[in-house]
C-alpha cells in the first residue's frame, strides 16, 4: 500500500466535489451529528475550486448552494462525503454512498466503539464492511475529517488560508483544531491536517506514508492515544525520521489518561515506556504538550539543527539570569563558560562594572539600551553584532538562548528603538551562523502585550522562531539536539535552513 498511497488518497486532499450530508441552516455549532455548516463554510472560506453539495431531504438550500434529498440525488460524482448525521442512520448513508461510487466518506459522527456498547461497535464494523464492499474509503468515525489548505478543505473558516510545510495526524478532533488555529497563530503553516478518530479503515500509517511522499509536506506532527496497528506506525515512522522530523504528542500515557482515551476513541493507549522506546528507535521526537509540539515544530522549520547542547544565554539580568541558567540544565542544555578569546574580546567593549561577560551573558543594558538611542549608536551597533559573530566563532557554543523584554528598549528610545533592536537581531543571527532561539515572554500589561505580540509578528515574518517562554526554547533546543544525534547516529545530514 505504502507504494500507491499518494495516487489513493489524492482526491481525499484534493476532491473535485464534497457533499457535506446532514447541513443545514441551523446556527453554525455542532450538535448530537452536527448540522454539518461548519464543513461547508471551511471550503468556502479556504476557496474550493470544486462543487459543494449540500444533503439534506428538509432543506431547498443551505448557505446558498443547493441542497439534495440524498447522495444519489446529486448529478455529479462525488469524491469527499462528509457525514454529520446520527449514528443511527449513519450506515445506510454509507450504503448510499457505496452505490453512488463515492471515493472518500469522512464520518464526523461519532456514537460507535468509542462508547463501549457492543451493539454500537458492531454498527460501526458492519458500516465499514459495507464501505469496503463498494470501495468507499473511510476517515473516522468520530473526527474532524481533513483540512488542505491547497486543497481547498477544511471544517473551520478561521483556519490559516495560506499552505505550508507542516503536516499533522491526529485521533482527537479537538486537538487537531486548536494545534491549526494556535500553531497558525503562531505562524504555522499547513500542508495537510488530518483527524482520524476510530481510525475503523484508514490509519495513522496510512496516513503518515502519504505525508512521507508528499513533496509540500517537510514537517510531520501528530497526536496519538492508542494505535490499532504499532508495527505499521513504527515501519512508517523508522522510513520518514532520516528525510522528514516527526513530532508526536502522546496522550493516555498516565492510568486515567490510558482509561480516557478508551471512551474518547476506543483506543487502548500501552505503556508509556514502550511509546518512549519506540520513539527512541524510530527518532520520533516525543513531546508532552501542545505548546513543545508547537514550539519543537516552529523551530524545526525555521531554525538549523544546533550542532550540541552548549548553549549562551543572553538577556537576562542578575537572578534572572541565574534562573535561565538552572532551567537549560534542568532541560538538558549545558551553559559553558565562554572560551578565553571570547571573553578577552568583549572585555574590551563591554564595561566590567555591573556586566558579566562569561555566561549567561548579562551585559544587555551597557551594550544595547542604554547606548542605541545615544549619539554613539553606530558604535554600539557594531559592538552588539560583534557579541553574534563572537558567539558563531567560539567552539564552546552551539546555541543562543536570547531573552529579549521588549518593555526596556520602549523604555529607552519608543519604537524607533524596539525596531532597530530586532532589525539587528535578524542581522547577528545571519552572522553567528549558529541557531538562536528569541523568547518573547507575555507582557505583563496590554501596552506590553501589544508590544510582544508586534515583535512575534516582526521575527515571523522574517523566517524566525520565537518562544513564549524560556522553557519552551530550551526544550525546542533539546528536542532538535535529539533528533541530530539520531540523524547523526545514522549518518544522515540535514540541510541548513
Given at each position: 500500500m505504502p507504494e500507491d498511497i499518494m495516487k489513493e488518497l489524492e482526491r481525499l486532499f484534493y476532491p473535485r466535489s464534497i457533499a457535506v450530508i446532514g447541513a443545514s441552516q441551523r446556527g453554525v455549532g455542532f450538535g448530537t451529528g452536527g448540522n454539518g455548516v461548519g464543513f461547508m463554510e471551511g471550503p468556502i472560506s479556504l476557496r474550493f475550486s470544486g462543487m459543494v453539495y449540500p444533503i439534506n431531504p428538509k432543506a431547498k438550500t443551505v448557505l446558498g448552494y443547493k441542497a439534495y434529498p440524498s447522495v444519489l440525488d446529486v448529478p455529479?460524482?462525488?469524491?469527499?462525503?462528509?457525514?454529520?448525521?446520527?449514528?443511527?442512520?449513519?450506515?445506510?448513508v454509507i450504503k448510499d454512498c457505496a452505490v453512488k461510487g463515492v471515493k472518500f466518506a469522512h464520518l464526523f459522527t461519532?456514537?460507535?466503539?468509542?462508547?463501549?456498547?457492543?451493539?454500537?461497535?458492531?454498527l460501526e464494523r458492519e458500516m465499514i464492511r459495507v464501505a469496503k464492499a463498494g470501495g468507499v474509503r473511510i476517515i473516522g468515525p468520530n473526527c474532524m475529517g481533513v483540512y488542505c489548505p491547497e486543497g481547498g478543505v477544511g471544517w473551520n473558516k478561521d483556519f490559516p488560508q495560506e499552505p505550508?510545510?507542516?503536516?499533522?495526524?491526529?485521533?482527537?478532533?479537538?486537538?487537531?483544531?486548536?494545534?491549526?488555529?494556535?500553531?497558525?497563530?503562531?505562524?504555522?503553516?499547513?500542508?495537510?491536517?488530518?483527524?482520524?478518530?476510530?481510525?475503523?479503515?484508514?490509519?495513522?500509517?496510512?496516513?503518515?506514508?502519504?505525508?512521507?511522499?508528499?513533496?509540500?509536506?517537510?514537517?510531520?506532527?501528530?497526536?496519538?492515544?492508542?494505535?490499532?496497528?504499532?508495527?505499521?506506525?513504527y515501519q512508517a515512522a523508522k522510513k520518514i525520521t532520516p528525510r522528514k522530523p516527526i513530532v508526536i504528542w502522546k496522550g493516555g500515557q498516565t492510568e486515567g489518561g490510558s482509561r480516557a482515551t478508551q471512551s474518547h476513541t476506543a483506543s487502548i493507549a500501552g505503556s508509556a515506556d514502550i511509546w518512549r522506546a519506540l520513539c527512541r528507535q524510530a527518532g520520533i521526537i516525543s513531546v508532552d504538550s501542545q505548546e513543545e509540539l508547537i514550539t519543537t515544530i516552529s523551530a524545526l522549520q525555521r531554525l538549523a539543527l544546533p550542532g550540541g547542547t552548549k548553549v549562551a544565554v543572553l538577556g537576562g539580568a542578575g537572578g534572572g539570569s541565574v534562573t535561565m541558567t538552572d532551567e537549560a540544565e534542568r532541560q538538558g542544555l549545558q551553559v559553558p563558560k565562554l572560551s578565553e578569546k571570547t571573553i578577552k574580546t568583549l572585555e574590551e567593549f563591554v564595561p566590567l562594572q555591573g556586566n558579566i561577560v562569561s555566561n549567561p551573558l548579562d551585559i544587555m543594558g551597557a551594550l544595547v539600551f542604554s547606548q542605541l538611542s545615544s549619539p554613539n549608536a553606530g558604535k554600539s551597533i557594531d559592538n552588539f553584532l560583534r557579541l553574534f559573530q563572537l558567539l558563531g566563532d567560539d567552539p564552546k557554543i552551539d546555541a543562543l538562548i536570547f531573552f529579549q523584554r521588549m518593555e526596556m528598549p520602549a523604555r529607552t528610545g519608543g519604537r524607533a528603538l524596539i525596531d532597530l533592536f530586532m532589525e539587528k537581531t535578524c542581522d547577528g543571527a545571519k552572522i553567528m551562523g549558529k541557531p538562536v532561539f528569541i523568547v518573547l515572554e507575555k507582557g505583563h500589561t496590554l501596552d506590553q502585550e501589544a508590544v510582544r505580540g508586534d515583535a512575534q509578528e516582526f521575527y515571523k515574518n522574517r523566517g524566525y522562531a520565537t518562544f513564549p517562554s524560556f522553557s519552551a526554547a530550551a526544550r525546542a533546543l533539546y528536542n532538535m539536539n535529539q533528533y541530530r544525534k539520531y540523524l547523526d547516529a545514522l549518518g544522515v545530514r540535514k540541510a541548513e535552513k
Open positions: 455529479d460524482d462525488i469524491d469527499l462525503a462528509i457525514l454529520a448525521v446520527h449514528h443511527k442512520v449513519a450506515l445506510s461519532a456514537g460507535f466503539s468509542e462508547t463501549g456498547q457492543e451493539e454500537n461497535a458492531e505550508g510545510p507542516v503536516g499533522f495526524v491526529s485521533q482527537s478532533g479537538q486537538l487537531a483544531g486548536q494545534f491549526a488555529d494556535t500553531g497558525g497563530r503562531a505562524g504555522l503553516r499547513y500542508s495537510k491536517v488530518i483527524s482520524f478518530g476510530n481510525a475503523s479503515d484508514l490509519q495513522c500509517h496510512d496516513f503518515l506514508n502519504y505525508l512521507a511522499q508528499d513533496e509540500k509536506t517537510r514537517i510531520i506532527g501528530g497526536y496519538l492515544e492508542g494505535l490499532k496497528d504499532g508495527d505499521a506506525f
